[in-house]
């Protein structure tokens, strides 16, 4: 177990090393209200407790990604710990903090927003389409994704249908009501088992001996699937997720001091790294190799979600331990939908103070959503995972342009903004659902992309710079 825990050790490591890097290097100004106060409105900007806050920014990014993502990577072995970890400190918790910290310095304000001020007008655009269309992807996923582990936790004694029936009137109800209301009250709790579930799975691996394998580079994957990209795509929320860049600005609206993003966003991330990194572990020393390929091609990662929690904890146990997992998508569900409100309305500028305001944006989101419940998951959760990788590679440039309009070391973000560029157009090239490239001439492909995209960030960087009046950051509103 050297590999496992040596890489949990790592994880907690780094939130108290390059998190406080990252912290201390943005500046944090304890004075500056927040827009929690400065623009109070009693349903999105509503002042809340750090713990809550935490508990909350935790279960809306921790969707089913961080557990059926590395069950999927598994099937690489232990070269996937390395991109859990790696990627979670220097990419996925920077993503988090950055995009949450510019948030706050901006109103609130949500990626499109953000992309439009410092990437340009035509990002603005093309970032709303992407996130919203994320958003429905996610929300869409995390309605079958637990409407199927409940129908089979129940034995098939409650219909399919009424179950998902059951999680879109939910999710109407998280989305319109103020954020305090459902969202405030119940997340605390669910987090709890949330917790409950990792520590069980994981603490029973330990105690246990199960026999986790040890690192190596080498490529287990029984099909012999391409490392690179498509681990990258699969393992998406345990390491860097664009997802998480459309979750943040929610919490952005109800944190009461910047002080506190450290351990609500990078914090929150680092967490979300070690539920990774458990259910890698986990599918990887109970269902090696050809098993786990066999396991998850008659009942998808879900299936493995019930093998490994009744395996290793028993009937109650487990049951408490798929309770836990149910929890996460239901939790990123309705915060995707609320969201993508969010952004539609602060886009076509609805104030959002009324119900019938939020209610004729948020109908035809769910109506869309149950549409697309009809597909494949296996070719929804493709789409997503392409869609994630490249808003996360948007939400990273975001942050290298503020850091580097300041001329701070704005590395810790363009660096991974370019690996995942580079990963995306990689997989958007080769995929039978892009444009299904030779993987020589996606990779040559997906270059010359990158340079692009590169030589553009720099290009927008010297005009940013150049403007004498850019506003880095909004004004404050006066705190009443």
């Not at 001996?209 to 287990?220: H, K, Q, V």
């Not at 998808?300 to 929690?309: N, P, Q, R």
């Amino acid at each position: 177990m050297i590999t496992f825990l040596g890489s949990i050790a790592l994880l907690i490591i780094a939130y108290f090393t390059y998190g406080k890097f990252i912290e201390k290097m943005f500046g944090v100004k304890d004075a500056r209200p927040t827009p929690a106060y400065s623009m109070k409105d009693g349903v999105d900007y509503i002042p809340m407790g750090t713990n809550r806050n935490s508990l909350i920014q935790l279960l809306n990014i921790a969707g089913v990604g961080p557990i059926f993502g590395p069950i999927m990577g598994a099937l690489y072995g232990p070269v996937a710990f390395i991109w859990i970890v790696v990627g979670c400190i220097f990419a996925g918790a920077v993503h988090d903090y950055l995009t949450g910290m510019i948030s706050i310095r901006n109103k609130g304000a949500h990626l499109p927003q953000l992309a439009g001020k410092f990437l340009g007008t035509f990002m603005k655009h093309f970032v709303n389409f992407v996130a919203v269309l994320l958003l429905l992807l996610v929300g869409t996923v995390f309605v079958t994704a637990p409407a199927g582990l409940l129908y089979n936790l129940m034995n098939g004694w409650v219909a399919l249908g009424v179950i998902t029936a059951a999680i879109f009137i939910y999710y109407i109800f998280a989305t319109m009501l103020p954020v305090d209301k459902i969202i405030g009250k119940v997340y605390p709790i669910l987090g709890a088992l949330l917790l409950i579930s990792a520590v069980g799975i994981g603490g029973m691996l330990i105690v246990t001996g199960a026999p986790i394998p040890e690192l190596t580079l080498e490529n287990m994957h029984p099909a012999g699937t391409a490392i690179f990209p498509i681990l990258f795509i699969t393992i998406a929320c345990g390491a860097v997720s664009g997802f998480h860049a459309t979750q943040s600005p929610i919490i952005s609206r109800t944190l009461q001091n910047e002080q506190n993003g450290r351990k609500v966003f990078y914090g929150m991330m680092i967490v979300e790294g070690i539920i990774a990194m458990i259910w890698a572990a986990a599918a990887m020393s109970l269902f090696y190799g050809q098993d786990l390929s066999e396991l998850i091609a008659t009942g998808g990662a879900g299936l493995v979600v019930s093998e490994v929690s009744f395996t290793l904890l028993g009937a109650l146990g487990g049951t408490l331990a798929v309770l836990g997992v149910i929890v996460l998508p239901i939790t990123s569900g309705d915060t995707a939908f609320r969201s993508a409100r969010m952004i539609i309305a602060d886009y076509i500028k609805v104030p959002q103070m009324k119900i019938a305001s939020r209610l004729w944006i948020a109908l035809p989101l769910f109506v869309i959503s149950f549409i697309l419940t009809t597909m494949d998951f296996t070719l929804l959760w493709r789409y997503f995972g392409v869609t994630n990788a490249a808003l996360s590679a948007i939400a990273l440039f975001v942050g290298a342009m503020y850091l580097a309009i300041q001329k701070k070391f704005h590395w810790v973000a363009l660096v991974p903004a370019t690996f995942m560029t580079m990963v995306s157009l990689t997989f958007i090239f080769s995929a039978p659902i892009g444009f299904g490239l030779a993987m020589s001439t996606a990779y040559l492909a997906a270059s010359i992309g990158t340079v692009i995209i590169l030589g553009l960030f720099a290009y927008k960087l010297k005009l940013n710079r150049a403007e004498s009046d850019f506003q880095l950051d909004e004004e404050v509103d006066k705190v009443a």
